[in-house]
């Protein structure tokens, strides 16, 4: 995984490293130390299931970060292209199952300089067997990460998009091998986001809401 404030591009899930203002599980949650989760297991028997693995707990943790729910905030409030929230809107649609519109969302924030994205990107292609366009696009970040960036924004205060139960449960189900989901409440939430027409390719494409992140907030 990598982040935007970082230069490793894929490292394996045992260095992934969790932020300090992520939450942490409470008290009567799973039982599962938060540090615990981020020791890859025994690597997946193949190279498309290993990518699967890394991508399910990249996507966890980038819904973990303080900054996901102000930066999906300014993708809809922002005049200007805000490729970290894009970034966190094609993770909450890959948790949820829409491959696509998580596809098409990392490459729009990929052209907007992510180089996450673009890693992020490789390993979707990878897990699906994709491997020419995994590597341009494992270049893609390559060269992306090499390129000055602007300073990063001044967010609001950060506070969590998702619930520190529901974090746990998508990082614990990623360290095991299982496919990461929402619960129902919150699943239900991205399933009703508005959709812009049916592109050729990525059929119809989910659209960030101005009330996106207090739906999520309210469905705790």
């Given amino acids: 995984m990598t982040t935007e404030n970082g230069r490793a591009l894929r490292p394996s899930p045992a260095a992934v490293h969790v932020p300090a203002h992520a939450p942490r599980p409470q008290p009567g949650g799973t039982g599962v130390a938060w540090e615990r989760l981020l020791t890859a297991p025994s690597p997946m028997p193949s190279e498309h299931e290993q990518a699967a693995h890394e991508l399910d707990l990249a996507t966890s943790l980038v819904l973990s970060l303080p900054s996901a729910a102000p930066s999906l905030s300014l993708l809809v409030n922002d005049k200007q292209i805000h490729p970290e929230g894009a970034l966190v809107l094609g993770a909450l649609l890959y948790v949820v199952g829409h491959r696509d519109g998580a596809q098409f969302w ?115």
């Fill in 106 to 220: 990392w490459q729009f924030a990929a052209g907007g300089g992510s180089y996450t994205s673009a890693s992020f990107l490789s390993l979707l292609h990878r897990s699906l067997g994709e491997f020419l366009d995994a590597e341009v696009w494992r270049q893609q970040a390559e060269a992306l990460a090499t390129k000055p960036r602007l300073p990063p924004r001044v967010l609001d205060p950060p506070h969590a998009l998702l619930p520190a139960q529901v974090l746990t449960d998508i990082l614990t189900r990623s360290h095991y091998g299982l496919d990461v989901k929402l619960p129902p409440r919150l699943a239900a939430v991205i399933h009703q986001l508005p959709v812009d027409g049916d592109d050729p390719e990525y059929g119809e494409l989910p659209q960030v809401s101005s009330t996106l992140v207090r739906d999520l907030t309210e469905e705790r």
